[in-house]
């Protein structure tokens, strides 16, 4: 948004925009707790398994799934303005409601927590990609979708940083992360309605800021195109296959914390850098993405060819994550281990003033019986201390152990792989939601990004319910091949995109083509 490459003829359609970018920041905020949080209400509060994780996230995706296509259906039936508000609210009061789950009926309370977060947040990008649809002319949705998807990495940023502030790591003090976006809903909603109009009906717009938006594309004429025509678009099914990968964007939201945990034994303290770097640099992804469809198509590119160029650079940019598995990394109980642990000092219990103290003798003497082990992954090693101490000195030493044990810190390799690979992913998001303004007509958008979003949401579960099975019997090592499939997902939708929409040609009001196909 450089005021100096904005046309001189209004600039009211940025203000629309930074509201975009703010509804998708606090939305990702919201859905991102708990994958900061995975690994302490796992292990330390909750005491859930693999399979258990699994399936809280499998109720997120599952209300996710079914969302995306009725809140589409239903932001284009009563429009952005409504359906924003309604969305956003909703998602804010489930979000809060995680505070009330109780340890007794933690997966029950999860469950519906998440499946009411899951329905609410369902709205934000069919809601989103209709508003750019709406404010923006082609040359620029893109890169406004690069922007506004930037606010995605932004509140996934802010959750590690918000969430070690107000929780400790053991758990305490859990419920404030789930507090912590109600005022910033609340403040949206007020903006929201009061400053957004349909271009049509905002005295604040200009008429050549208008004329601009609508200058490549006709204004919509207001008729919702129903269910029964859009569904059977080799278009639809382009868009929707590819949005498969979403599930690869879920797995490092609500995994890769407890990937990086399990593995390297990272927690809540040691995930706090990684992850905001991982989503520093998607945010960068996302931004540049847009930028680079956008720049290549006013260089006189064809919308086609600028798209999927973009398309492709974001395949290419996420393939070297399937080497994340094969960085190395050891926990040895050798003399080092000990000596580190004999200089140890030890903080007191969470809430009191007690003096860091040596590593208690009884312990020390109990881990004597690892003494020559190697481990190659936290949560092995952790699971051997676990065999020697009570629960409690465990929870009480386990940072302490870790570092002590850790043998090399190469986990900043696989951190930058995932991070590239999450840029890529926002990249692509960008360029692929933005298919969708340029081929349907506007009174089409929400509904087509809703049912693509489906597509998503439904790959995500299935790979959820997959990989908590998986991890539950194999452990760390069951991570092999979803970054496999991570890393290659994306090459492999964009052949379907080109087999079934080589073209990109658009549709008018009646879903038939405007022009002549371009190269």
């Known amino acids: 948004m450089n005021p100096q490459s904005t046309p001189p003829i209004g600039r009211y359609r940025w203000r629309i925009l930074s509201l975009l970018f703010f509804a998708t920041t606090i939305n990702y905020m919201d ?18 398994s693999d399979s258990d994780y699994a399936a809280i996230n499998i109720a997120f995706k599952a209300a996710y799934a079914i969302g995306l296509v009725s809140m589409g259906a239903v932001i284009d039936r009563v429009g952005t303005r409504v359906g924003y508000a309604l969305s956003i ?32 947040e369902s709205g934000n990008f069919p809601a989103a990609i209709k508003t750019t649809a709406e404010w923006f002319p082609r040359s620029e949705r893109a890169f406004a979708t690069g922007i506004f998807n930037a606010g995605a990495n932004v509140g996934a ?81 382009a868009f929707s296959l590819a949005k498969i990968t979403d599930a690869v ?45 956008s720049a290549l198509i006013k260089r006189g590119w064809s919308v086609n060819r600028g798209r999927k160029t973009a398309l492709l650079v974001s395949a290419l940019l996420v393939l070297p994550v399937v080497f994340v598995t094969l960085v190395p990394t050891r926990f040895n109980a050798d003399p080092a281990f000990f000596a580190r642990l004999d200089a140890a000092r030890v903080a007191g219990a969470p809430g009191t003033r007690l003096p860091a103290l040596p590593v208690p003798a009884d312990a020390r003497s109990a881990l004597g019986t690892l003494s020559g082990r190697s481990f190659g992954s936290a949560k092995e090693f ?18 302490t152990l870790v570092e002590s044990a850790r043998s090399d810190r190469y986990y900043w390799i696989a951190v930058v792989l995932i991070a590239l ?8 998001s960008a360029n692929l939601y933005t298919l969708v303004s340029d081929v349907f007509p506007k009174s089409a958008t929400a509904s087509v990004i809703g049912f693509g979003g489906m597509f998503g949401a439904v790959a995500g579960l299935m790979a959820d319910w ?17 970054f496999l499939m991570a890393g290659s997902a994306y090459l492999f939708f964009l052949g379907v995109i080109q087999l079934l929409m080589p073209n990109m040609t658009p549709l008018d009001e009646n879903l038939t083509h405007r022009t002549p196909p371009q190269p």
Do not use: C, N
């Not at 859905?31 to 859930?48: D, E, I, M, N």
């Not at 207001?222 to 278009?235: D, M, N, S």
């Not at 952790?382 to 940072?399: D, T």
């Open 249 to 293: 964007w879920w797995f490092y939201l609500f995994w890769g914390g407890k990937y990086l945990y399990d593995r390297y034994g990272l927690d809540i303290k040691g995930l706090a850098l990684p992850l905001i770097i991982i989503f520093v640099v998607s945010d960068a992804g996302s931004i540049g993405g847009g930028w680079l469809s």
């Open 421 to 428: 690979a999450a840029a890529g992913h926002q990249a692509w």
């Open 382 to 399: 952790l699971g051997a201390v676990g065999q020697v101490l009570p629960q409690e000195s465990e929870r009480s030493l386990e940072a």
């Open 89 to 120: 609210a909703t998602w804010s009061v489930f979000g809060m409601l995680h505070a009330l789950v109780r340890p007794a009926f933690s997966l029950i309370g999860f469950g519906i927590a998440r499946f009411g977060l899951g329905l609410g």
């Open 466 to 482: 997959s990989l908590g099975h998986v991890l539950s019997s194999s452990g760390p090592r069951g991570y092999l091949v979803a």
């Open 31 to 48: 859905r991102s707790v708990l994958g900061v949080l995975a690994p302490t209400l796992q292990y330390k509060v909750f005491h859930w």
């Open 157 to 237: 940023i802010m959750a590690p940083i918000i969430v070690p502030l107000v929780v400790l790591p053991d758990g305490t003090h859990w419920q404030y992360a789930f507090l912590s976006t109600g005022g910033l809903s609340l403040i949206w909603i007020v903006l929201w309605l009061r400053v957004y109009q349909p271009p049509d009906r905002q005295p604040a717009l200009s008429r050549a800021e208008y004329d601009y938006i609508h200058g490549d594309s006709p204004p919509a004429t207001g008729a919702r195109i129903p269910w029964h025509k859009v569904l059977p678009l080799r278009e639809t099914w």
